[in-house]
Structure formats: C-alpha cells, structure tokens
C-alpha cells in the first residue's frame, strides 16, 4: 500500500481525493492537512510514501511546505496538484524539490498514474510542463553550453536519476554506491554543466533524452 498524506485547505476536495485514492485498494490515506505548517509537521510525524500538496493555502503555501519537507531527508516525494497553470508555478516548485505537477482539472484520470510514475522513482511532467521547460531551455542556451558527453558515465546517470526524482539514498541503492559519492557525482556534473537548480537539472535532462514527460496533456 502507497502511504499517502493529502494537504488542501477545501475538506470537500481531500474528501474527494481520498476516496478517489482509496477506492483503488492500493491507496492509504494515512493523514491530511489544511495548510502548510500542518503538512509539515504531519510529514515528520508520519513519514508519508507521497504528500499530495496544494499550493494556494493560508498561511504557508504549498511552494514552501515542499521545500521544508524535501529539506527534512525522509524518502517522502511531493505531488503538486493544483489549478493553477504551469506558467506561474512549474518553476518554484521544481527548485523546491517537488517530484510532479498536476492540475486538479484531470485528476480522476491522471492522479493515479502519477502517484505510480513517482513511486517508481520518477518525476511526473505533463507534457505541457515538458514543452515549458523546453521552451524556457531553448530561450537559455547557446551552441557553446556544454552536453551531456562532457559527464562520466555515472555523473550522467546521477543526473538523470535526481531529474527522475530519486532521492540520493534512493541513487546510492541502484547505483551500489554511498550517498555521499552519488552526491559528490552529482556536484560534479552540476559544475561541468553550470546548473545550479532542480528546474535546471530537469530542464537539461529533457534536453539530454534523460527524462521524459508522462502524459499527453
């Protein structure tokens, strides 16, 4: 069963959403929460698989509720799941480590594939948010920045496992390594390239072929 904490500040949408979820029998709603502190202080408390975050709430928004959480080192991973467009937010919560976004509007058919999709390890892109940031990457780039030939072997898969969404623990396992070499692999790769966000991780992965959107949206 995936352990799932819900944040939203409209009890009737978590309602919705859980069962929604829990009518799938894969999907434990093992908490919720109505603002950002409470997603926060529920994270640590319970230790969620995925936190399903809205991001307009009261108090503490849904971007920074995702950072607090992400910084928290827990193998937790974020799904945005918003109204709100791409545009604005795409990028704040890329760079505040969310692993997917998503719009309430397809949620019934689209949530569960990308609760499956983030649990495999990856990052959930529509492809709307894919072609943003291709478009935003393409704008940023000239014919001197440096490709992915200029990474190692495992660099480059450091680099496509963090834009999927792996954690560096969850590297280090697959790559048999520690996560304090899979971190150092990754630092290096971000000097050799210049990038310095998630955003850009991400960006460059879509770039690279190392990354993929999931949804024909």
């Keep these: 069963m995936v352990r799932v904490l819900l944040v939203d500040d409209h009890n009737v949408m978590r309602a919705g959403l859980k069962a929604l979820l829990e009518s799938t029998g894969r999907i434990d709603v093992v908490g919720e929460a109505s603002s950002g502190k409470e997603a926060v202080d529920k994270a640590r408390m319970l230790e969620p698989d995925i936190i399903i975050m809205d991001l307009a709430m009261p108090g503490m928004g849904g971007v920074e509720a995702t950072r607090r959480i992400t910084s928290l080192g827990f193998d ?66 000239s014919d001197e920045e440096p490709g992915p030939e200029v990474l ?45 966000t998630r955003r850009d991780i991400v960006r460059f992965a879509l770039r690279a072929g190392l990354l993929e959107a999931n949804s024909e949206r």
């Design 152 to 196: 190692s072997a495992r660099e480059r898969l450091a680099v496509a496992m963090y834009a999927n969404g792996y954690s560096a623990r969850e590297a280090a396992e697959e790559m048999l390594l520690s996560p304090k070499t899979v971190e150092g692999y990754l630092a290096r790769a971000k000097t050799k390239l210049g990038l310095h």
């Design 76 to 141: 937790t991973k974020v799904l945005i799941l918003t109204i709100h467009d791409e545009d604005e937010f795409l990028v704040p919560v890329l760079n505040a480590g969310a692993a997917g976004f998503l719009n309430k509007s397809v949620a019934d058919t689209d949530l569960m594939g990308a609760i499956e999709a983030v649990m495999r390890g990856r990052s959930f892109l529509t492809r709307r948010a894919a072609a943003l940031l291709a478009r935003q990457g393409a704008q940023g780039t």
